[in-house]
């Protein structure tokens, strides 16, 4: 069985970071692109950003581009998304999801974590 | 990289259909046949239900399906059941960054 597992979020003050991580078990995560979406409390789904098996190919949403790093370690099947610059508005739980393919985009994303919440307050 | 339009709520009867639209434009969802929907009950993680348009994963029930014409994508629920009651959300491939729908919350009736 496919499991991710979130963890790194936390409270922090506006203007700081935070790095969360996502442990992947039960497939060939080489094999895989990788996301991470978002939902601010009441609202609904945001992609954040994704990453190509190879990490040949990263992606941003403009709200988060020169502020969020994704990166990924295949040996040690995780993946990883450095948080800087921290404003309120990026308050929200933190979803780890696997794509069916080797490059993101295309078909979605098919078995997701539980998620890690990031509030940002001061 | 705007949201996907979906209508806030749908409602059905137990054992009834609901269809939800899901509106893009010719840059996503009419560019390419790369929808996928989601469901999410609340407090739990999305699942995911449907991809390249219409295409179910395994052990998705077949009273999911999904089409698409134009800049606008359709989830239809079929034979709907209480645990149908959830959140839907579309997604679309848009050439770059990605982009879901607003979504909508089901009620069964």
């Known amino acids: 069985e496919v499991q991710l597992v979130e963890s790194g979020g936390g409270w922090v003050q506006p203007g700081g970071s935070l790095r969360l991580s996502c442990a992947a078990s039960g497939l060939k995560f080489d094999d895989y692109a990788m996301h991470w979406v978002r939902q601010s409390p009441g609202k609904g789904l945001e992609w954040v950003s994704g990453?190509?098996?190879?990490?040949?190919?990263?992606g941003y949403a403009d709200s988060v581009e020169g502020r969020f790093t994704i990166s990924r370690d295949n040996a040690k099947k995780m993946v990883y998304l450095q948080l800087n610059s921290l404003r309120a508005e990026d308050t929200a739980l933190y979803y780890c999801?696997?794509?069916?393919?080797?490059?993101?985009?295309?078909?979605?994303?098919?078995?997701w974590g539980q998620g890690t919440t990031v509030t940002v307050s001061s | 990289q705007s949201a996907l339009t979906q209508p806030p709520s749908a409602s059905g009867s137990l054992g009834q259909s609901v269809t939800i639209s899901c509106t893009g434009t010719s840059s996503d969802i009419g560019a390419y046949n790369f929808v996928s929907w989601y469901q999410q009950h609340p407090g739990k993680a999305p699942k995911f239900i449907i991809f390249e348009v219409s295409e179910r994963p395994s052990g998705v029930p077949d009273r999911f399906s999904g089409s698409k014409s134009g800049n606008t994508a359709s989830l239809t629920v079929s034979g709907l059941q209480a645990e149908d009651e959830a959140d839907y959300y579309c997604?679309?491939?848009?050439?770059?960054?990605?982009?879901f729908g607003t979504g909508t919350r089901v009620t069964v009736l």
């Open positions: 997604s679309s491939y848009a050439g770059g960054p990605y982009v």
């Open positions: 999801a696997k794509d069916p393919d080797y490059v993101w985009g295309k078909y979605g994303m098919d078995v």
């Open positions: 990453i190509s098996w190879n990490s040949g190919m990263k």
